[in-house]
């Protein structure tokens, strides 16, 4: 057996007579007697044709392979899934969306636990890609490299997906005609990359890199560009430097640096989901995170970036000024980030951002600190009676930080669509979409159709809306989700009836049902538990294992 620590997982499969089986499959891939004794490092492509944001990964996952090759590694490329938000936003299939980052973790896994991969690169594009990814990484602990597929490109007129599903909202409204929303429909999404605003995607992109997770600038390139083949090409070089180092994705995935990951998703104007998918790839890599740790962070971090969906720039604008590097070196200068933190280079974080160059004068993209779009945090965690063990809101401050309204029930994202698109929702309306939950849905959907046909109605600053379900980092308004526990397991969510009032105040962080404990109480007693929708099938597992959102919606809990 070799004395080579680098090919610790791979030797056993490869190495000696006993393993001659082995070595005759590899060789009709590729295989040459010197490759046997290399270190052979996985790059896992997330490439489909189903969707933009990964129609080109196939082309970066090459250049992985080929930065890898060249350093001294042998690299193989296997596949993972993918499903698209974007389409499937709105019906049944959304289920699957949630689900899709444990399939995406589990078979990382899998195919590397199996094939004996001495390290790793995994590439991402789609909104589950990257924290299914960083999932699949942490259980392995082998050293590794995420690397982001990339932003798109703007559509006409400055649009993107966001603005098609607003055109639905404005069309019901009688802003836009047929044929204006076709027009938005055929120029909005110009090609390959990721939707195009501080959505989930390039949240969590933002996230692993100021996490250390990937190598520096990786989450601010356009899809289609040499910075971006550089990045992959890189990527594989790098694992064999960490392979070198024997640095581990526990050594980078520290609480210091999760914490420097919350800061930056604060400051650029993130997604919730980044709520979500933060506390599971903690869990995963077992690191104490809470949504307490949101509420603390947000206190002393603003949002500084006016980026959509709340704001008005798109990425591929961010990254034509320099990327999230600056906004960086702001945060670390102002003591926000911890600077010692180590990354993928094998450096730390500081001497990562060391001769970072700030913004160009007179951008006005990334704010100064004595000019924030909001002075603290605009993900808010709030509590209440209504959410005992918490709910996640994004509040920017221009949707107001106060709501009280009536309650106007609804057991589908579907049947809320339709009583918003048809004028039955009106101003004053608290809009509670349940038994939307990882459990209850299965799979904790999104709500993007209806935010934005709330938005396109012209009611983002007359309604609320609530949910156990989520919302996409395309939302934006008077919007609650993650409500824990949630209604299929018999939170207050699932008491609530129409016309009960609700206060929202993301001031003071708290959601609550304006009724009586005792009438909660005799609300509790005389609710049933639905009938689980699907008895078999991934669904079915899924909602069996998935635990709370407050926990991250992970499976694998002991």
């Not at 000019?371 to 209504?386: E, T, V, W």
């Not at 009583?419 to 608290?430: E, Y």
Request: aromatic residues 4%.
């Amino acid at each position: 057996m070799t004395e080579d620590k680098r090919r610790r997982y791979s030797a056993p499969v490869v190495d000696g007579l006993g393993k001659s089986a082995s070595r005759a499959m590899l060789r009709a891939v590729g295989f040459t007697d010197d490759d046997f004794r290399k270190p052979q490092v996985g790059i896992a492509s997330t490439w489909s044709n189903l969707t933009p944001c990964n129609m080109h990964i196939n082309r970066l996952a090459e250049e992985s392979a080929a930065g890898a090759d060249d350093a001294g590694g042998k690299a193989l490329i296997f596949n993972t899934i993918t499903v698209s938000d974007g389409i499937a936003n709105g019906t049944e299939g959304m289920k699957y969306s949630l689900v899709s980052r444990e399939v995406i973790a589990d078979s990382i896994e899998t195919a590397a636990g199996c094939e004996g991969f001495d390290g790793l690169v995994a590439i991402g594009g789609c909104d589950k890609n990257m924290p299914g990814c960083i999932m699949g990484l942490a259980r392995l602990n082998r050293p590794s490299v995420f690397v982001y597929g990339g932003t798109i490109m703007p559509g006409e007129n400055h649009t993107d997906i966001i603005s098609v599903f607003e055109a639905v909202g404005a069309h019901a409204r009688g802003d836009l005609d047929l044929i204006e929303v076709k027009q938005i429909e055929e120029t909005a999404i110009p090609g390959p990359g990721s939707c195009g605003g501080m959505y989930t995607a390039n949240t969590m992109a933002s996230a692993i890199e100021a996490m250390g997770m990937s190598l520096p600038g990786s989450s601010a390139q356009n899809a289609v560009s040499d910075s971006k083949a550089e990045d992959c090409r890189a990527a594989g070089a790098a694992v064999l430097n960490l392979l070198d180092k024997d640095i581990k994705p526990s050594d980078v995935m520290t609480r210091e640096a999760f914490e420097n990951a919350i800061t930056v998703v604060i400051a650029l104007g993130g997604s919730t989901n980044a709520v979500l998918h933060l506390l599971a790839m903690a869990s995963t890599v077992g690191v104490e995170l809470s949504l307490d740790d949101f509420v603390e962070i947000g206190k002393r971090v603003p949002v500084l970036a006016d980026l959509r969906p709340s704001g008005h720039y798109m990425m591929s604008e961010l990254v034509a000024i320099g990327g999230i590097q600056p906004l960086m070196k702001m945060l670390l200068e102002r003591g926000l980030l911890h600077g010692d933190c180590l990354t993928v280079t094998g450096q730390t974080l500081g001497e990562n951002l060391a001769d970072v160059a700030p913004y160009p004068e007179g951008q006005d993209i990334i704010h100064a600190f004595d000019n924030p779009i909001k002075a603290d945090s605009h993900l808010r965690i709030l509590f209440g009676n209504l959410a005992p063990t918490g709910s996640v809101a994004k509040i920017t401050g221009k949707e107001g930080t106060h709501f009280t309204g009536r309650a106007r029930v609804f057991h589908s994202e579907e049947e809320a669509q339709e009583r918003i698109l048809d004028g039955t929702v009106v101003a004053g309306d608290v809009l509670v979409i349940r038994y939307e939950g990882p459990k209850g849905g299965p799979g904790m959907r999104e709500m993007l159709s209806p935010t934005s046909a709330i938005m396109g109605k012209g009611l983002g600053s007359d309604v609320a809306l609530i949910t156990d379900g989520r919302f996409s980092g395309g939302s934006h308004g008077f919007v609650v989700g993650h409500i824990t526990p949630e209604a299929a397991e018999g939170g207050p969510i699932a008491l609530v009836q129409d016309g009960d009032t609700i206060t929202i105040d993301a001031v003071t962080n708290r959601i609550e049902l304006d009724i009586s404990e005792a009438e909660m109480e005799k609300r509790r007693k005389a609710w049933k538990a639905p009938e689980p929708r699907f008895t078999r099938g991934v669904l079915a597992k899924y909602a069996r294992t998935v635990s709370s959102a407050s926990l991250g919606a992970v499976t694998d809990l002991p």
